[in-house]
């Protein structure tokens, strides 16, 4: 078949990657410049399935209510007048109760298991390059409570036969060596030992070159301005290039994969709750190696995660409701270098940091949405918020699966 992939982020490139090994003939359509230039390119950098869950969570409301008033909190409201922002929100607080974040954690674990042993396959199979490590994440607790929440979390990974150790702070320095020298008192630590981390933009630049060799295309600099129905089908793609060509596309199968972009969906009205929730993070050269995180560190404290890429720090958090609203906000951004500084002090040069944010594709429940709309031969591969690195792989492989008619692999059952 001949099928258009809309969006060249990581959901859409691993998407096309699949595809094309079933031997579609598969175009990338992309209105950046190159592949993951917005939500997948400054992420935390973590393949974290044993992290995989609804941010949807008993007690979240209250937790949120609390922090919208400090300038750099883990969860940042900032109300408006949008009816998305109200109506997302509603949907977002049915959902946390024990039952419903029990379900939806249960999915997503599933499908972020599932997308790590595609992601090792794909890594076996080409030798793929992205600053990979395998060094596992450390969540570490300042806190009794948080301590207390580390305990309740191990439990429930044990009942999903997830590998993790819980620590004590002297245990969680001899994991991660830099910690040692940290101004935080930790309380404890949670070892998820099977988690990877790796450079999502290096891994989409990789596989678009892996994706050409098998015949796939790439249309950079180039807008979908709108998708044309006939009946219950998708008759035609109208596209913009360079700002100026104005031209039409066919295929037999089209892909949405558009990250927290709901436009085209609300066109044809088609109501998918993805909201875009806004992060930011900040990279910066190591210059201390000795001083340096070995992999990665969850901080529960703060929700800002800190990993090793390469030569690099990447440290990445905080979740901000505010649309597609662009500021990056000094609390914000001081708040997350003061905790890095304070938990790796003179690993990198902090001062010279290059500053990013970008919109995670949120869901009110949390699963993402891998499924087909009601036009027969258009696809959504959509809302995978802050797991869109760890899930990327079983996605893709996914939807290439619903196009085929396949059944889903038995181990998502």
């Known amino acids: 078949m001949q099928i258009v992939v809309i969006g060249a982020g990581v959901i859409g490139i691993t998407t096309a990657w699949y595809l094309a090994r079933d031997g579609h003939e598969v175009t990338v359509i992309e209105a950046r410049k190159g592949v993951a230039l917005e939500t997948s390119f400054g992420n935390a950098g973590g393949v974290c399935p044993g992290f995989a869950g609804p941010w949807a969570a008993p007690g979240m409301p209250f937790k949120a209510l609390k922090w919208m008033f400090r300038p750099a909190a883990p969860l940042k409201i900032r109300p408006s007048f949008s009816v998305a922002q109200w109506a997302w929100l509603l949907r977002f607080t049915a959902n946390c109760t024990p039952a419903r974040y029990a379900e939806n954690k249960t999915r997503m674990q599933k499908v972020a298991h599932y997308s790590k042993a595609q992601l090792k396959a794909l890594r076996d199979e080409t030798g793929v390059e992205y600053d990979h490590g395998t060094g596992g994440v450390l969540q570490i607790f300042q806190t009794k409570d948080e301590a207390d929440g580390g305990r309740r979390n191990a439990q429930v990974l044990s009942s999903l036969g997830i590998a993790h150790r819980l620590l004590s702070p002297q245990q969680a320095c001899e ?10 008192e930790l309380s404890g630590a949670l070892q998820l030992t099977d988690d990877e981390t790796g450079d999502c933009h290096l891994f989409c630049r990789a596989l678009e070159k892996l994706c050409r060799t098998l015949g796939v295309k790439f249309r950079f600099d180039t807008r979908v301005t709108g998708l044309q129905t006939t009946g219950n089908r998708v008759s035609s793609i109208e596209i913009l290039q360079n700002g100026t060509e104005q031209s039409t596309l066919e295929a037999d199968a089209i892909v949405l994969a558009t990250g927290p972009q709901m436009d085209l969906l609300r066109a ?11 992060g930011y993070s900040m990279t910066a050269e190591i210059t201390n190696e000795d001083a340096a995180p070995r992999s990665s560190v969850m901080d529960e404290h703060s929700k800002v995660m800190i990993t090793r890429l390469g030569s690099r720090i990447r440290a990445a958090g905080v979740a901000e409701l505010a649309g597609f609203n662009t500021s990056m906000h000094e609390p914000v951004l001081s708040g997350i270098r003061e905790r890095v500084e304070a938990l790796f002090p003179g690993a990198a040069d902090y001062a010279s940091a290059q500053w990013w944010h970008g919109f995670r594709p949120m869901t009110a429940d949390g699963p993402s949405q891998v499924k087909r709309s009601r036009y027969d031969n258009l696809f959504l591969n959509i809302g995978h918020g802050s797991n869109g690195w760890t899930q990327a792989c079983g ?19």
């Open 175 to 184: 994991v991660e060596a830099g910690l040692a020298q940290s101004s935080v």
């Open 268 to 278: 044809l009205k088609l109501n998918v709750p993805v909201y875009p929730v806004k």
């Open 395 to 413: 996605t893709g492989k996914m939807m290439a699966d619903l196009v085929a008619g396949r059944p889903f692999d038995a181990a998502l059952d």
